[in-house]
């Protein structure tokens, strides 16, 4: 579990099945990550489950501390087609504005260095999504190349290993 100031994080189980659902049927969240039916929901959340379990790293929760509320997913996917572990970032609506997904991805960030041995992470983010890019900016991302993800142009942001850590 990692806590901040005002959110706690916890990996992700397929136990959240409908609020991971819920996140994604909102067609401001989905536009960029896509949306999810029940079953493609549970497999998704299977293969993260399967991730923290083989690899010590992956999805997880972002709960508000002051009332315990599913907000969203933050945390580290590794991506065999790339060989990259990424940082990836997705709220509720709702919650934008707040700060929540540099506040959560900044925890996750800094975590992962701490605890992994990755040279550097990247963010995939979809042309026309801003407030992720102005996220991945916040953390300190910048581009480095072009590429696809499920038939997707994303530009792929990366972060090196700070020196300091």
């Given at each position: ?21 819920a ?14 039916s029940?079953q ?8 993260v489950?399967?991730?923290?379990a083989?690899?010590?790293?992956g ?86 190349r072009?590429?696809?993800?499920f ?15």
């Open positions: 579990m990692i806590e901040t100031e005002r959110l706690l994080l916890r990996p992700l189980r397929v136990e959240d099945v409908d609020a991971f659902i996140l994604h049927a909102d067609e401001r969240v989905n536009r960029f990550v896509g949306a999810y029940h493609q929901a549970l497999d998704r959340l299977a293969s489950e399967q991730q923290w083989e690899r010590g790293h999805l997880c929760a972002v709960e508000l501390k002051s009332t315990g509320e599913f907000i969203g997913r933050v945390g580290l996917n590794y991506w065999e087609n790339f060989h990259e572990v990424e940082l990836g970032w997705t709220l509720k609506a709702g919650t934008w504005g707040h700060g929540y997904a540099t506040e959560s991805a900044r925890a996750c960030l800094d975590w992962g260095f701490a605890t992994l041995g990755e040279p550097y992470f990247i963010s995939l983010i979809r042309p026309g999504n801003t407030a992720s890019v102005r996220v991945a900016e916040r953390l300190g991302f910048a581009p480095l072009q590429d696809e993800l038939g997707n142009p994303v530009t792929v942001y990366s972060l090196n290993r700070p020196t300091s850590v």
